[in-house]
């Protein structure tokens, strides 16, 4: 498995980002994986996970998704989530997510998220577009790895 880039202050991976996840996404090549306990902080309404931050991590996901299998960054064209059990803070989770389809003009990606004994509480299914170089480069400008031996998007777009 290997850590993939952060930016800081981003909610859902960034250590500076107090109020966030602070997650750290993983590959194997093929799909991506994100381990994560939400907090009381991140509730929509009592011991309920707000729906919009599930959203957020599959979101986020299923990207890196498409990066690892292209080496190129992507904007989101369209997100659709299915909300299937309420997510409790504190409770510990893996999301997951892959690339599913290439139709040219965009790339499709599914992901769910999941308790330790296989529970799906929310799945995602989304369309990305490639970015523009110059959007790209400035991106690639201010995302950070936490040691010299984990992966960037450049090593990514090498190959």
């Not at 729906?51 to 292209?70: F, H, P, Q, R």
């Not at 893996?94 to 999941?114: F, Q």
């Not at 990305?128 to 936490?146: C, G, H």
Request: net charge negative; aromatic share 10%.
């Amino acid at each position: 498995m290997k850590p993939l880039p952060r930016y800081p202050k981003c909610f859902i991976c960034g250590r500076e980002n107090h109020c966030g996840l602070s997650i750290t996404f993983q590959t194997d090549g093929e799909r991506v994986f994100a381990e994560f306990k939400p907090a009381e902080h991140h509730v929509g309404y009592k011991d309920h996970i707000h729906g919009g931050i599930l959203s957020a991590v599959l979101d986020e996901i299923m990207g890196w998704a498409i990066c690892v299998k292209t080496g190129l960054l992507f904007n989101t064209w369209e997100l659709s989530v299915r909300y299937l059990l309420p997510l409790q803070p504190g409770m510990e989770v893996r999301a997951v997510a892959e690339m599913v389809n290439d139709k040219h003009r965009y790339l499709t990606a599914e992901g769910y998220i999941e308790d330790s004994e296989g529970n799906i509480y929310a799945k995602g299914w989304g369309k990305y577009f490639p970015l523009k170089d110059e959007a790209t480069d400035e991106i690639l400008s201010y995302l950070e790895n936490e040691d010299s031996s984990q992966p960037c998007v450049e090593d990514l777009r090498a190959g």
